[in-house]
């Protein structure tokens, strides 16, 4: 097992290997060295940031930076001014993008007072090369750029910029590798997200993800299994499955497998209580997987499922292939099968070319489907998408006063659903003390609904069975049955 070796055995006065991960081991302990003199030197350990600005997918790429950093000897920094910080940044909407050179500004001030400071930028956003092109003529005091497809190699690439005083950029268009047991530090020692497979080959329109992320590729079964297990023994009891369409998981594997048929192996996982997965697309959601969460108990009750429009026509120039009618017997499927399931969605307003009344359209799904909570987008023009270039783009105050109307909507029939819970006792899974109030932890519901109530540290990663005593829209207050 590669993640328990020693990084003091290697010997890095030879070549380094070419096979993976051990050549990542290999640059890990040439970094490990680097660690020491520093510590020699400062009489402290290095502290570093990762800063994770992006998705589920992100967060978990997040925590892989932090593992390797970890393993190489730095510590976690409190804030933005440790010696190593880097960005994992997104970039499905401009402003995420905007974001980033706001915030870099604001870690220059660090760097220009501790001038050994290292500023590593990574994520989606730096697939794009105008971006990259934009930070190597105005942002020359950031020292590392690379892209998502060769995240594994970031060992390397430290060593390198640990070395050097120039700009270590390596960004990569394509990739079909997947390299296995890199060092991870969990953010979370009772939950964890599992990648199952990477990039997207759906090509909404709109959408810059199968651009930045590559073509889609699922991990074998066996390592995914393998992977779970191992977070298993080591407490985890809740896990998240990612992918950015993860029901068509496995399809171009040399021995394809559903994504049902995996689910239905990892609830075999002992010690596993609680199974999610994110994200599916409606056109892709099999009867197979409706009846595998049907009969799982260890399947949360919570089906992530974007619908974007409800107008067929904008779906079509979306390219989501689904019309609104499938869209809606879907979630009737949905809901016949599995009575206590919370559907929650992604939709987005202003799309080119989206009139009034295809916007109602939206809103009429809105209301019949009645969303247990929707995440609602205004649409960001992403360069390089067939939508970029489409013709009749909506003006900004139209856009406003549909989101607005939209976003009311949403909110009220969330409140009115998260109401019809009220007063049940339902199992939480606690994930922490109260930020604001330490006589209190907060958990969730298996349908992803949090919840406070009174408690303490040791409640922390285990599931209690609370009854919900006061709904305060979007979460509830509860207290613990014994
Ligand atoms: N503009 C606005 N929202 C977008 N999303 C993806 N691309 C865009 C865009 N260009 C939204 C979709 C997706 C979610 C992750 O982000 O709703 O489901
Ligand atoms: Fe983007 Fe569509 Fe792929 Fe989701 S399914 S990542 S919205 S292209």
């Given at each position: 097992m590669y993640n328990k070796i020693d990084l003091e055995i290697i010997n890095i006065n030879g070549e380094p290997p070419k096979e993976e991960p051990a050549r990542q081991y290999y640059y890990m302990a040439k970094c490990r060295q680097w660690v020491k003199s520093f510590e020699q030197k400062k009489g402290c350990l290095p502290r570093y940031c990762v800063v994770n600005m992006g998705c589920q997918m992100n967060a978990r790429d997040s925590e892989k930076l932090s593992g390797i950093l970890e393993n190489i000897g730095y510590v976690k920094a409190d804030g933005e001014d440790g010696d190593f910080v880097i960005y994992n940044t997104c970039t499905v909407r401009e402003n995420a993008n905007n974001k980033v050179y706001g915030r870099l500004g604001y870690l220059h001030g660090f760097k220009k007072k501790n001038p050994h400071m290292k500023i590593g930028l990574c994520g989606c956003m730096m697939q794009e090369p105008e971006v990259v092109k934009k930070l190597k003529k105005s942002y020359s005091f950031v020292d590392l750029i690379f892209g998502t497809h060769n995240i594994y190699k970031f060992a390397e690439l430290l060593a390198d910029v640990l070395e050097t005083d120039s700009m270590v950029v390596d960004v990569w268009e394509e990739t079909d590798k997947i390299v296995e047991e890199l060092p991870v530090e969990r953010k979370y020692s009772f939950k964890s997200g599992v990648n199952i497979m990477f990039g997207c080959?759906?090509?909404?329109?709109?959408?810059i993800v199968p651009y930045v992320r590559g073509r889609e590729r699922s991990r074998n079964p066996k390592d995914i299994l393998e992977e779970i297990k191992k977070l298993a023994e080591d407490g985890v009891v809740e896990i998240m499955l990612l992918g950015q369409n993860v029901n068509s998981y496995g399809k171009n594997l040399e021995e394809p497998i559903s994504f049902a048929r995996l689910l239905g192996e990892v609830q075999n996982i002992q010690g596993i209580e609680r199974i999610r997965f994110m994200t599916s697309h409606p056109k892709d959601l099999s009867d197979e997987l409706i009846e595998v969460m049907k009969n799982s108990p260890k399947v949360c009750r919570h089906l992530h499922l974007p619908l974007q429009s409800g107008s067929t026509r904008i779906l079509k120039e979306m390219n989501r292939r689904y019309t609104k009618e499938q869209y809606l017997e879907l979630v009737d499927k949905v809901r016949d099968a599995i009575e206590d399931i919370s559907i929650t969605t992604d939709i987005i307003v202003?799309?080119?070319?989206?009139t009034e009344e295809d916007f109602l359209e939206t809103m009429d799904v809105v209301r019949r489907v009645r969303f247990d909570s929707a995440f609602t987008f205004i649409y960001s023009k992403r360069t390089g998408t067939p939508a970029a270039n489409m013709?009749?783009?909506?003006p900004e105050d139209v856009v406003k006063d549909r989101f607005d109307r939209l976003l009311k909507e949403v909110q009220q029939i969330a409140s009115e659903k998260a109401m019809e819970q009220n007063g049940k006792i339902l199992p939480v899974l606690v994930e922490g003390l109260n930020e604001q109030d330490e006589s209190l932890v907060t958990g969730r519901l298996s349908n992803n609904s949090v919840v406070h109530f009174p408690g303490g540290e040791d409640m922390i990663g285990t599931i209690q069975n609370v009854r919900?005593?006061?709904?305060k829209g979007f979460y509830y207050m509860g207290k613990v049955i014994s």
């Open positions: 080959d759906n090509f909404c329109s709109y959408c202003g799309f080119p070319g989206e013709e009749d783009q909506i919900l005593t006061e709904c």
